[in-house]
């Protein structure tokens, strides 16, 4: 298996791929690369909105939060602008097809994942609701996974979520990802005779996450699991996709 660790591609870059003189089974192979990039980076962006407003949607205080499917929606799209400079609005003729279809149906699961949340959300008089980054991207991942040939899910080599038990490919692509610094990196490669895209981001801890999953080790967190004892910057999990070349 040949593995490649890539930037986030810029749409001059997906434009030179679509018109260049290379083959089009590398072209396409190129494109389903950068695809997962970018399905991993909408993922990551609708934890990192969710984390952004972990306060509000914990304050046992206060009734109706005013994070909606709507608002979610808005800071995940200003968000995934901030990291790609791509609006998911109006995705631009030179994104590959297959980023085009996948991504709206990506973004429309993140957003009912939301939807389906706000009664817990919005309850007065309860602090922790495990509405957290995790459960989010477990079932957003879900929800895109029921709908698309493409498969979206979180994994890590501590699951707390069985669900998120990593397969004997994710696994070894995490211990390679836990020994090294961490980096925005992301690893792709080809399986199955080059007929199945493989790929994983990682996801670090961030000062927030060790609320729950830092020191002391072993107390057990708000959530009632075991603290990992985890530091800033450790090797959390990763997010795991895969998609067949010729499904379109």
Not at 79 to 92: A, G, N, S, V, Y
Not at 144 to 164: C, E, Y
Request: glycine share 6%; aromatic share 8%.
């Amino acid at each position: 298996m040949k593995s490649r660790w890539l930037p986030l591609i810029s749409l001059s870059l997906v434009f030179s791929l679509a018109w260049s003189g290379i083959g089009w089974a590398q072209a396409s192979r190129e494109e389903t690369e950068y695809t997962a990039r970018y399905l991993a980076t909408l993922l990551e962006a609708g934890r990192l909105v969710v984390e952004h407003n972990q306060t509000l949607i914990n304050d046992a205080r206060k009734g109706d939060k005013g994070f909606t499917p709507e608002v979610f929606e808005h800071e995940v799209v200003d968000e995934f602008i901030r990291q790609t400079q791509i609006d998911l609005k109006h995705l631009p003729s030179p994104l590959p097809s297959l980023a085009k279809e996948l991504l709206p149906v990506l973004l429309r699961s993140s957003k009912e994942v939301v939807a389906d949340a706000q009664f817990v959300i919005n309850q007065r008089g309860i602090g922790y609701k495990n509405f957290i980054p995790a459960t989010f991207g477990s079932q957003a991942a879900q929800k895109f996974s029921n709908r698309s040939h493409a498969k979206i899910k979180q994994t890590t080599l501590n699951p707390r979520n069985l669900k998120n038990t990593p397969d004997a490919y994710e696994e070894i692509v995490l211990k390679r990802l836990a020994a090294q610094s961490a980096s925005d990196t992301f690893i792709a490669e080809w399986i199955d005779n080059d007929t199945t895209l493989r790929a994983l981001t990682p996801i670090y801890y961030s000062q927030d996450c060790l609320a729950c999953h830092g020191n002391p080790k072993g107390i057990l967190d708000i959530s009632g699991y075991p603290r990992e004892g985890a530091q800033e910057g450790d090797l959390a999990g990763a997010i795991s996709i895969q998609i067949p070349l010729n499904s379109r």
